[in-house]
């Protein structure tokens, strides 16, 4: 199965395994998942890394390096996605995490997400 990652379990996938939820962790080490990074979530460490926010202190140049050296797959931003966004329903404002439900639509992949705001919404989503 095809999993995006969402920016908050890719950061802990990253550097805080420990706080993975033990969904979170089976997901990620099931040998039959793809597991997959979405260009959105490495341009949103970007930015808030560099206002200073503490929990984004991570150098996304080095994150992307290692996610694909430790076998993610990086997931590109189309125009596609980015006008699909506009049929998603106001339950969520993060225009990075819209971004990131708006690629799994349009892919036809599971969005894999610790934000219950996020998980209202129905379809890919799934919260662990």
């Keep these: ?16 395994p420990e ?7 089976k997901q990620l080490d099931n040998p039959g998942n793809e597991l997959l990074f979405s ?4 341009w949103e460490i970007a930015i808030k890394n560099g206002l200073g926010r503490d929990d984004f202190r991570v150098e996304p140049r080095l994150l992307r390096r290692g996610l694909l050296d430790n076998g993610y797959t990086e997931l590109p931003i189309t125009s596609q ?16 995490d819209r971004m990131l439900l708006a690629q799994a639509l349009v892919e036809g ?15 890919p989503v799934r919260k662990v």
């Design 1 to 16: 199965m095809k999993l995006l990652l969402d920016t908050q379990i890719l950061l802990w996938a990253a550097g805080q």
């Design 81 to 96: 996605h980015a006008v699909s966004t506009d049929t998603l329903p106001p339950l969520h404002r993060d225009p990075f």
């Design 109 to 123: 992949i599971t969005l894999l997400t610790a934000d219950a705001q996020l998980a209202r919404y129905g379809g």
């Design 19 to 25: 706080r993975l939820s033990a969904p979170a962790r």
């Design 39 to 42: 260009a959105a979530s490495i």
